[in-house]
């Protein structure tokens, strides 16, 4: 049944072969140029991919083949008109695109149906067994006839070529004497190749493996060699000095999370296997198994064994555009279709030049598909590999070559003489159908067969054929296991660690630090490498030496807030935060869950098994306002190993769910927020005292400064809004004074704070033109639009305050632009009722923003008078009351006199000690008339 199946699937295959050789045909005979035009350039690479694995595919069982002979005609015409189409932007979509999209996913069920049938095929013959049984004939018992000698025939096979019928035209006998004491193969067993038209297993269409019985070819497709080294040295791009690994690294010459080499002043990087292949990275190969003899100067693996993987993939042939037929790969750089030099694969009809990658992609290259595998993955420039092209000597032991117009065997030097191989152009001539091709694809095609020459047994005689070859080389880089050190891993500088993280996102060379020391801009390189800025713990030196926190730093305008925001970045992938919400942490028991083993354990525990790296796990301490490690949160007591809970001041223990409850920490680090927070002390520190206490926050016993609230997130400037989620929510700060939870006093200085950099104060600097509504760069005075205005340093639109009088509240031009009341880019207000557009200038002018905040306005600073006197801040007896047109009389005298009562609402006058009656002045003034 299975041998039964296996003739039936080769039965099939051919008939279906036949069938999708004349569609094809057809199909492209049916196909115009025009229906065609504008194919997008993927597009064009399948339907390339699509002509050349149909020629592949479909090749018949004999090279006299008319139909086939007849489909690759057709198919160099598809691939012509496909290679002169200039490409589209997006994907054709027509009836002939569909078509042809069609026929490729039939072409690819042929090939998984023949794959399948063949697998088949295979297994059913590892599974046959043959047994040679004497059988006895009961009815003639056997006689002793002779055991001098018998004779063996062998027929001689040959085929008419015109009509293709088998004759049996001559036979030769042998004689053996002792048959059973010779050898069990015969060469006689072998019929001769006179005439004979070889027979392909499909599997040699598809990638040359056999043909009758022997390898088809020793055509190699893809060598992989794998080495490895240490790095010994490094060239600085700048300095041209040869640099450590640690230099390399600090200097943000070498990126080891990314694998690239950088020049840091021109912005271009190559990867780590061009780099060495350049010669721009020195290293030392050496035994896998061994280091000895290498510099343990190791960093994350860079300085340990490393490796580079070289895969050599040959180009077979390459298809001219303009005719469609593949020709060989010296004909192409003669023809100046490819550039050996830089790799470019040029079209001469539509003008494009691709790369080496995107030349075998599309279908201009014959090379092995593996060369693409992982090209389509990487993301960025992550350790990608280096390809390269080179025209190499390469050398095959011939064995045989057939002649197709005799079907005999010929010498290799015989070929040569005749004409039939050209080792200079590296071609190879039919004689009988005149058609040129490759060494490589006649060798695929079992026309040339032999070997790779291998220089350990072979020498250098008649029959070996040495031809240039073009290879192509792709080298990728891969980092080894960090080296052990006295028994222990060699641990990188962290401060490096983190340093080289911004390299790739900020460009550390660019000026972005004030150096306290000198009042002079600096890069972030060179205020680390000086000190001034300790990335792995977070921290700011001064020039009085005093150590602040990064916020710190920036509040007092020694870093700028962009970078702060790039630098806190690089601690949210590795923060407490993280490991909680990775199940690994439980922020109420302070216990580590290994997920490997399921088993629960203390952090100390955790730390000392490695589970858990203490020096590259963060959180934010709110009370400090900085960014702390576990490891220095332990040394500085602030973190307790054995429970995992966060101890307070006071020396309380709280859990970490606990800790951030009562605004102690942040489990999570948002570099958004605490630049805002830096920003907002930095904004507030010029015009008034922020550690005035008046602020009330759930969970916090105390009254609050206001340094402490905008730290802790109660106060947010840029909305002017007080924030307190479980108990009023996000409300107006004037809302927030009228329910007790802030100060009026410190209202009243927050609103002045406003005032002084309000939109009126921009409009009077000349920050902002009201007629546009852009700002004014002050140094080239042009206009510019809001957002530009921001990340140029001009003006912050989330702290130009001005007061909403659709609202009646306190707000800021930025948050006019998130709610879509002014539009950032026509410098327009809308009134969202009307829809209506108008100008600052209109929107001030018919009253509908107030440029200016008026503190008294929006905070009532009076008090019952009695409350005054019960509290000893007013004295009855010494105090003069003030009255409507400057009317004065003593406190006494005011009080009999009926202008107030003990529950009046007064203010007193801070410079001269008076009481003011807070109410209507009209009625005052009857009462004083």
Same mark, same amino acid.
């Given at each position: 049944?299975?041998?039964?199946?296996?003739?039936?699937?080769?039965?099939?295959?051919?008939?279906?072969?036949?069938?999708?050789?004349?569609?094809?045909?057809?199909?492209?005979?049916?196909?115009?140029?025009?229906?065609?035009?504008?194919?997008?350039?993927?597009?064009?690479?399948?339907?390339?991919?699509?002509?050349?694995?149909?020629?592949?595919?479909?090749?018949?069982?004999?090279?006299?083949?008319?139909?086939?002979?007849?489909?690759?005609?057709?198919?160099?015409?598809?691939?012509?008109?496909?290679?002169?189409?200039?490409?589209?932007?997006?994907?054709?979509?027509?009836?002939?695109?569909?078509?042809?999209?069609?026929?490729?996913?039939?072409?690819?069920?042929?090939?998984?149906?023949?794959?399948?049938?063949?697998?088949?095929?295979?297994?059913?013959?590892?599974?046959?067994?043959?047994?040679?049984?004497?059988?006895?004939?009961?009815?003639?018992?056997?006689?002793?006839?002779?055991?001098?000698?018998?004779?063996?025939?062998?027929?001689?096979?040959?085929?008419?070529?015109?009509?293709?019928?088998?004759?049996?035209?001559?036979?030769?006998?042998?004689?053996?004497?002792?048959?059973?004491?010779?050898?069990?193969?015969?060469?006689?067993?072998?019929?001769?190749?006179?005439?004979?038209?070889?027979?392909?297993?499909?599997?040699?269409?598809?990638?040359?493996?056999?043909?009758?019985?022997?390898?088809?070819?020793?055509?190699?497709?893809?060598?992989?060699?794998?080495?490895?080294?240490?790095?010994?040295?490094?060239?600085?791009?700048?300095?041209?000095?040869?640099?450590?690994?640690?230099?390399?690294?600090?200097?943000?010459?070498?990126?080891?999370?990314?694998?690239?080499?950088?020049?840091?002043?021109?912005?271009?990087?190559?990867?780590?296997?061009?780099?060495?292949?350049?010669?721009?990275?020195?290293?030392?190969?050496?035994?896998?198994?061994?280091?000895?003899?290498?510099?343990?100067?190791?960093?994350?693996?860079?300085?340990?064994?490393?490796?580079?993987?070289?895969?050599?993939?040959?180009?077979?042939?390459?298809?001219?555009?303009?005719?469609?037929?593949?020709?060989?790969?010296?004909?192409?750089?003669?023809?100046?279709?490819?550039?050996?030099?830089?790799?470019?694969?040029?079209?001469?009809?539509?003008?494009?030049?691709?790369?080496?990658?995107?030349?075998?992609?599309?279908?201009?290259?014959?090379?092995?598909?593996?060369?693409?595998?992982?090209?389509?993955?990487?993301?960025?420039?992550?350790?990608?590999?280096?390809?390269?092209?080179?025209?190499?000597?390469?050398?095959?032991?011939?064995?045989?070559?057939?002649?197709?117009? @005799? *079907?005999?065997?010929?010498? +290799? /030097?015989? !070929? $040569?003489?005749? #004409?039939? &191989? =050209?080792?200079?152009? %590296?071609?190879?001539?039919?004689?009988?159908?005149?058609?040129?091709?490759?060494?490589?694809?006649?060798?695929?095609?079992?026309?040339?067969?032999?070997?790779?020459?291998?220089?350990?047994?072979?020498?250098?005689?008649?029959?070996?054929?040495?031809?240039?070859?073009?290879?192509?080389?792709?080298?990728?880089?891969?980092?080894?296991?960090?080296?052990?050190?006295?028994?222990?891993?060699?641990?990188?500088?962290?401060?490096?660690?983190?340093?080289?993280?911004?390299?790739?996102?900020?460009?550390?060379?660019?000026?972005?630090?004030?150096?306290?020391? @000198? *009042?002079?801009?600096?890069? +972030? /390189?060179? !205020? $680390?490498?000086? #000190?001034? &800025? =300790?990335?792995?713990? %977070?921290?700011?030196?001064?020039?009085?030496?005093?150590?602040?926190?990064?916020?710190?730093?920036?509040?007092?305008?020694?870093?700028?807030?962009?970078?702060?925001?790039?630098?806190?970045?690089?601690?949210?992938?590795?923060?407490?935060?993280?490991?909680?919400?990775?199940?690994?942490?439980?922020?109420?028991?302070?216990?580590?869950?290994?997920?490997?083993?399921?088993?629960?354990?203390?952090?100390?525990?955790?730390?000392?098994?490695?589970?858990?790296?203490?020096?590259?796990?963060?959180?934010?301490?709110?009370?400090?306002?900085?960014?702390?490690?576990?490891?220095?949160?332990?040394?500085?007591?602030?973190?307790?190993?054995?429970?995992?809970?966060?101890?307070?001041?006071?020396?309380?223990?709280?859990?970490?769910?606990?800790?951030?409850?009562?605004?102690?920490?942040?489990?999570?680090?948002?570099?958004?927020?605490?630049?805002?927070?830096?920003?907002?002390?930095?904004?507030?520190?010029?015009?008034?005292?922020?550690?005035?206490?008046?602020?009330?926050?759930?969970?916090?016993?105390?009254?609050?400064?206001?340094?402490?609230?905008?730290?802790?997130?109660?106060?947010?400037?840029?909305?002017?809004?007080?924030?307190?989620?479980?108990?009023?929510?996000?409300?107006?700060?004037?809302?927030?004074?009228?329910?007790?939870?802030?100060?009026?006093?410190?209202?009243?200085?927050?609103?002045?704070?406003?005032?002084?950099?309000?939109?009126?104060?921009?409009?009077?600097?000349?920050?902002?033109?009201?007629?546009?509504?852009?700002?004014?760069?002050?140094?080239?005075?042009?206009?510019?639009?809001?957002?530009?205005?921001?990340?140029?340093?001009?003006?912050?639109?989330?702290?130009?305050?001005?007061?909403?009088?659709?609202?009646?509240?306190?707000?800021?031009?930025?948050?006019?632009?998130?709610?879509?009341?002014?539009?950032?880019?026509?410098?327009?207000?809308?009134?969202?009722?009307?829809?209506?557009?108008?100008?600052?200038?209109?929107?001030?002018?018919?009253?509908?923003?107030?440029?200016?905040?008026?503190?008294?306005?929006?905070?009532?600073?009076?008090?019952?008078?009695?409350?005054?006197?019960?509290?000893?801040?007013?004295?009855?007896?010494?105090?003069?009351?003030?009255?409507?047109?400057?009317?004065?009389?003593?406190?006494?005298?005011?009080?009999?006199?009926?202008?107030?009562?003990?529950?009046?609402?007064?203010?007193?006058?801070?410079?001269?000690?008076?009481?003011?009656?807070?109410?209507?002045?009209?009625?005052?003034?009857?009462?004083?008339?």
């Amino acid at each position: 049944l299975r041998e039964q199946i296996c003739v039936n699937c080769q039965t099939a295959a051919g008939r279906l072969r036949s069938q999708l050789a004349q569609f094809l045909s057809i199909m492209v005979s049916q196909t115009q140029s025009k229906e065609l035009q504008g194919l997008s350039a993927n597009q064009k690479s399948d339907y390339m991919k699509l002509a050349n694995d149909a020629t592949q595919v479909l090749r018949g069982s004999s090279l006299d083949d008319p139909e086939y002979n007849q489909l690759k005609g057709d198919l160099a015409v598809f691939r012509k008109l496909i290679s002169q189409i200039k490409p589209g932007e997006t994907d054709l979509n027509n009836a002939a695109v569909h078509k042809w999209n069609k026929t490729h996913t039939v072409l690819r069920q042929f090939v998984e149906l023949e794959t399948y049938s063949r697998h088949f095929e295979e297994e059913c013959g590892k599974r046959r067994n043959e047994e040679v049984l004497l059988i006895s004939d009961l009815r003639k018992p056997p006689q002793y006839i002779s055991s001098a000698y018998f004779q063996r025939v062998i027929p001689t096979i040959d085929i008419d070529v015109t009509t293709k019928e088998s004759k049996l035209t001559s036979f030769k006998s042998e004689m053996y004497i002792h048959e059973r004491h010779r050898n069990k193969v015969s060469p006689l067993l072998e019929p001769p190749v006179k005439k004979q038209i070889l027979q392909r297993d499909e599997a040699a269409m598809a990638g040359g493996d056999y043909v009758d019985g022997y390898t088809a070819s020793g055509f190699q497709t893809k060598v992989s060699e794998v080495k490895n080294f240490v790095i010994a040295g490094v060239e600085d791009p700048r300095t041209k000095q040869k640099l450590t690994i640690l230099q390399a690294l600090s200097r943000g010459v070498l990126n080891k999370d990314f694998g690239t080499y950088n020049n840091l002043e021109t912005g271009q990087f190559m990867p780590i296997a061009e780099a060495i292949s350049r010669g721009l990275i020195s290293v030392e190969y050496g035994d896998a198994a061994s280091t000895n003899g290498f510099e343990n100067d190791s960093v994350d693996g860079l300085g340990s064994l490393n490796s580079i993987e070289t895969e050599t993939f040959a180009v077979s042939g390459v298809v001219d555009p303009r005719t469609g037929e593949t020709v060989s790969v010296k004909e192409a750089i003669v023809s100046g279709l490819l550039d050996s030099k830089t790799g470019k694969f040029h079209n001469p009809v539509t003008g494009e030049e691709l790369s080496l990658l995107d030349a075998v992609s599309a279908g201009y290259l014959m090379a092995d598909a593996s060369l693409l595998d992982g090209e389509d993955e990487v993301d960025g420039p992550m350790y990608q590999s280096y390809t390269s092209i080179v025209l190499e000597d390469v050398k095959y032991k011939v064995s045989r070559i057939i002649n197709s117009l @005799t *079907g005999e065997e010929m010498t +290799l /030097e015989e !070929a $040569v003489r005749a #004409g039939f &191989i =050209d080792p200079v152009l %590296g071609i190879y001539k039919n004689p009988r159908t005149g058609e040129v091709m490759s060494i490589e694809e006649a060798m695929k095609q079992g026309l040339i067969k032999g070997r790779p020459f291998d220089s350990k047994r072979d020498l250098d005689s008649n029959d070996v054929l040495t031809y240039q070859q073009l290879q192509v080389r792709k080298q990728t880089f891969k980092a080894g296991e960090p080296i052990l050190m006295n028994g222990d891993l060699v641990k990188p500088d962290q401060n490096e660690v983190m340093l080289d993280k911004l390299r790739a996102a900020v460009g550390s060379s660019k000026v972005t630090v004030v150096d306290p020391r @000198t *009042g002079k801009p600096v890069s +972030l /390189e060179d !205020a $680390v490498d000086s #000190g001034v &800025i =300790d990335l792995a713990s %977070g921290m700011f030196r001064t020039q009085d030496g005093d150590i602040i926190s990064l916020t710190e730093a920036c509040a007092r305008g020694f870093i700028d807030a962009s970078l702060l925001e790039e630098i806190l970045k690089a601690y949210t992938d590795s923060t407490l935060g993280s490991l909680i919400s990775s199940g690994r942490f439980d922020p109420d028991t302070g216990l580590v869950m290994d997920l490997t083993t399921g088993k629960a354990m203390t952090l100390q525990a955790a730390i000392q098994n490695k589970i858990i790296d203490p020096d590259a796990t963060y959180f934010y301490d709110l009370a400090r306002n900085r960014v702390l490690s576990l490891a220095e949160a332990e040394e500085s007591g602030r973190l307790d190993e054995k429970s995992g809970q966060i101890v307070t001041a006071t020396g309380e223990r709280l859990s970490v769910s606990q800790a951030q409850a009562s605004k102690q920490i942040c489990s999570e680090i948002n570099p958004k927020e605490i630049v805002e927070r830096a920003e907002s002390l930095a904004l507030l520190r010029g015009y008034m005292d922020t550690n005035m206490r008046g602020i009330k926050i759930l969970n916090v016993s105390d009254m609050v400064s206001v340094e402490e609230a905008i730290t802790l997130g109660a106060i947010h400037l840029p909305t002017s809004c007080y924030a307190d989620e479980k108990s009023v929510g996000v409300v107006p700060l004037q809302l927030a004074v009228e329910m007790e939870r802030v100060e009026p006093s410190v209202a009243l200085a927050l609103f002045s704070a406003f005032n002084l950099h309000s939109l009126e104060q921009e409009i009077a600097t000349g920050l902002i033109d009201p007629n546009s509504g852009k700002y004014i760069n002050p140094t080239s005075k042009q206009k510019v639009q809001v957002d530009a205005a921001k990340k140029a340093g001009i003006s912050n639109p989330d702290y130009v305050y001005l007061v909403d009088q659709q609202t009646g509240n306190i707000t800021t031009l930025g948050a006019l632009v998130e709610k879509g009341k002014f539009d950032p880019v026509s410098g327009q207000f809308i009134d969202v009722t009307t829809g209506q557009s108008m100008s600052l200038r209109e929107a001030i002018a018919w009253g509908i923003i107030i440029p200016f905040v008026d503190p008294e306005k929006y905070v009532d600073t009076s008090s019952a008078l009695k409350d005054l006197i019960d509290s000893g801040k007013v004295n009855p007896r010494a105090v003069d009351f003030v009255a409507a047109n400057d009317l004065r009389m003593s406190l006494r005298d005011a009080l009999a006199n009926g202008f107030l009562t003990m529950g009046s609402r007064v203010t007193v006058d801070p410079e001269t000690g008076d009481v003011l009656l807070m109410s209507d002045e009209a009625v005052v003034q009857s009462l004083v008339e």
